[in-house]
Nanobody, 114 residues
């Protein structure tokens, strides 16, 4: 399984970004697709996840600002990020969990700064 993330960049506080992550290879259902992030000097942390049946979970820090969605036909997961804060700055990693195995993408940098 290969994961290709895109959509990161530099945005001002209060702005929005949309991340995408396309999965290729042997994708099976059911699975869980998600996003994690790692800020400089900190451990990687959970951001959001979505199941094959579209059930979602969010970290408290992003609840109400971020929305995760997926397109099963394209094996792609999205993260719409609104009202971005400076502390959202991090490398964002997409993740697929299937058949008890975690797969990770290469990460995309999100920088929130004026």
């Amino acid at each position: 399984v290969q994961l290709q993330a895109s959509g990161g960049g530099l945005v001002q506080p209060g702005g929005s970004l949309r991340l995408s992550c396309a999965a290729s290879g042997s994708i099976f259902s059911p699975n869980v697709m998600g996003w994690y992030r790692q800020a400089p000097g900190k451990q990687r942390e959970f951001v959001a996840r979505i199941t094959s049946g579209d059930s979602t979970n969010y970290a408290d820090s992003v609840l109400g600002r971020f929305t995760i969605s997926r397109d099963n036909a394209k094996n792609t997961v999205y993260l719409q990020m609104n009202s971005l804060k400076p502390w959202d700055t991090a490398v964002y990693y997409c993740n697929v969990y299937q058949r008890a195995v975690n797969y990770w993408g290469q990460g995309t940098q999100v920088t929130v700064s004026s």
